[in-house]
């Protein structure tokens, strides 16, 4: 309300030619709406100090989540950060408005084969520019899974689509992302099927695997697993690279002895790519392209990668991450973990359809 009334007062003050920019300046500001635990917070500090914008910063764990606000319209959001599929969906039905790249002078920093894997979903890179990219792989508490799966190695999705092997780590814990793009493509792929397949069919045979697990499963959700495994609360997480990280750093600075590792199987795994855009109701779009301008400053990249352990596509921002963050190939895959990488594209709306009645059944049993 106080900030609507200086709104108001400042329109005033610019109707009668009278404004000086310092008196609203207090008015700018920008709406993010990003993935929970996804960046450094201070560099949203220092984007307002150096820039006078002020950041107003929500969080979402799931692109539906972020697809309903954004098909309703009048989000009142600048930014925001869709997965790929999502993205070239959402571009089609006209959500975003195109990227000024004057405005984002950074762009040239971004990593050549990181766009061309993004221009497939937005082609001439015109929408979006990445954020960060990661796979979906199993994170796990290393010594109670060992404990209980003895000489099981964790490097294959057998760990968790076979019962008798999920089964006997149930008892410490076991979640799994709310993300059915990424349970269906894994799925598919340990089943022998194209991990992009449509095939009514093959998603119900995708359905099934998923299912057997659900005894064995305590939540389906796509952030809680960072700080229940970091607790010890849960031994494994079907989770997302960064996030296992997290995990792990978290429960160093615990100093709880709880050590997280995470493994991106050998049957290969989903990769994902991370990217801004900017709606096309945005009420702030300067401050928008100003926002993810600063975010792609090499020295910013690197910082939110050093904190979320995600990898970043500023190929300039390499020399400031942290060595064990650049050289871990599990954040930045070296060349055979990547060939082990697959995407997918966007459901049709039938297929949409089918996939999340499946999902509902898998999760629930009804
Ligand atoms: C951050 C999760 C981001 C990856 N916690 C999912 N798009």
């Given at each position: 309300?106080?900030?609507?009334?200086?709104?108001?007062?400042?329109?005033?003050?610019?109707?009668?030619?009278?404004?000086?920019?310092?008196?609203?300046?207090?008015?700018?500001?920008?709406?993010?709406?990003?993935?929970?635990?996804?960046?450094?917070?201070?560099?949203?500090?220092?984007?307002?100090?150096?820039?006078?914008?002020?950041?107003?910063?929500?969080?979402?764990?799931?692109?539906?989540?972020?697809?309903?606000?954004?098909?309703?319209?009048?989000?009142?959001?600048?930014?925001?950060?869709?997965?790929?599929?999502?993205?070239?969906?959402?571009?089609?039905?006209?959500?975003?408005?195109?990227?000024?790249?004057?405005?984002?002078?950074?762009?040239?920093?971004?990593?050549?084969?990181?766009?061309?894997?993004?221009?497939?979903?937005?082609?001439?890179?015109?929408?979006?520019?990445?954020?960060?990219?990661?796979?979906?792989?199993?994170?796990?508490?290393?010594?109670?899974?060992?404990?209980?799966?003895?000489?099981?190695?964790?490097?294959?999705?057998?760990?968790?689509?076979?019962?008798?092997?999920?089964?006997?780590?149930?008892?410490?814990?076991?979640?799994?992302?709310?993300?059915?793009?990424?349970?269906?493509?894994?799925?598919?792929?340990?089943?022998?099927?194209?991990?992009?397949?449509?095939?009514p069919?093959e998603i119900r045979?995708a359905a099934?695997?998923?299912?057997?697990?659900?005894?064995?499963?305590?939540?389906?959700?796509?952030?809680?697993?960072?700080?229940?495994?970091?607790?010890?609360?849960?031994?494994?997480?079907?989770?997302?690279?960064?996030?296992?990280?997290?995990?792990?750093?978290?429960?160093?600075?615990?100093?709880?002895?709880?050590?997280?590792?995470?493994?991106?199987?050998?049957?290969?795994?989903?990769?994902?790519?991370?990217?801004?855009?900017?709606?096309?109701?945005?009420?702030?779009?300067?401050?928008?392209?100003?926002?993810?301008?600063?975010?792609?400053?090499?020295?910013?990249?690197?910082?939110?990668?050093?904190?979320?352990?995600?990898?970043?596509?500023?190929?300039?921002?390499?020399?400031?991450?942290?060595?064990?963050?650049?050289?871990?190939?599990?954040?930045?895959?070296?060349?055979?973990?990547?060939?082990?990488?697959?995407?997918?594209?966007?459901?049709?709306?039938?297929?949409?359809?089918l996939v999340?009645?499946e999902?509902?059944?898998?999760?629930?049993?009804?």
């Amino acid at each position: 309300m106080i900030r609507n009334l200086s709104a108001v007062f400042c329109a005033m003050l610019l109707a009668v030619a009278v404004a000086t920019a310092p008196s609203c300046a207090a008015d700018k500001v920008v709406h993010v709406y990003n993935w929970s635990d996804y960046i450094d917070a201070k560099t949203l500090n220092e984007f307002t100090r150096e820039t006078g914008i002020k950041v107003v910063y929500d969080t979402y764990d799931s692109n539906e989540i972020l697809e309903t606000k954004l098909l309703a319209g009048r989000t009142g959001y600048d930014v925001v950060v869709p997965s790929a599929t999502f993205l070239q969906r959402q571009i089609k039905t006209g959500v975003f408005q195109p990227l000024d790249m004057s405005k984002i002078p950074n762009a040239r920093n971004l990593w050549p084969e990181v766009m061309k894997r993004l221009a497939v979903y937005d082609p001439g890179n015109r929408y979006a520019v990445n954020y960060m990219w990661f796979t979906t792989g199993i994170a796990f508490n290393t010594e109670k899974v060992w404990q209980r799966l003895g000489k099981v190695p964790v490097d294959s999705w057998d760990v968790v689509f076979k019962p008798e092997n999920l089964k006997r780590v149930a008892d410490c814990g076991v979640y799994v992302l709310d993300s059915p793009e990424d349970l269906f493509s894994i799925a598919l792929r340990y089943l022998g099927f194209n991990p992009d397949s449509k095939k009514p069919d093959e998603i119900r045979k995708a359905a099934v695997l998923l299912a057997q697990m659900r005894p064995n499963v305590k939540k389906y959700h796509s952030s809680e697993y960072i700080n229940a495994l970091a607790n010890g609360d849960i031994c494994m997480a079907i989770g997302w690279a960064g996030d296992a990280f997290q995990a792990r750093n978290r429960a160093l600075e615990a100093k709880n002895g709880v050590n997280v590792s995470y493994v991106i199987p050998k049957e290969g795994t989903l990769m994902s790519l991370d990217s801004f855009a900017i709606p096309k109701d945005a009420p702030h779009v300067a401050e928008a392209h100003a926002f993810i301008d600063f975010m792609l400053r090499p020295e910013m990249a690197a910082r939110n990668t050093n904190v979320t352990n995600f990898a970043n596509s500023v190929l300039e921002s390499k020399p400031y991450i942290d060595k064990g963050v650049v050289d871990n190939p599990v954040i930045y895959p070296d060349a055979a973990t990547m060939a082990r990488l697959f995407t997918v594209s966007p459901y049709d709306a039938q297929t949409q359809r089918l996939v999340t009645r499946e999902w509902t059944r898998v999760k629930t049993g009804k």
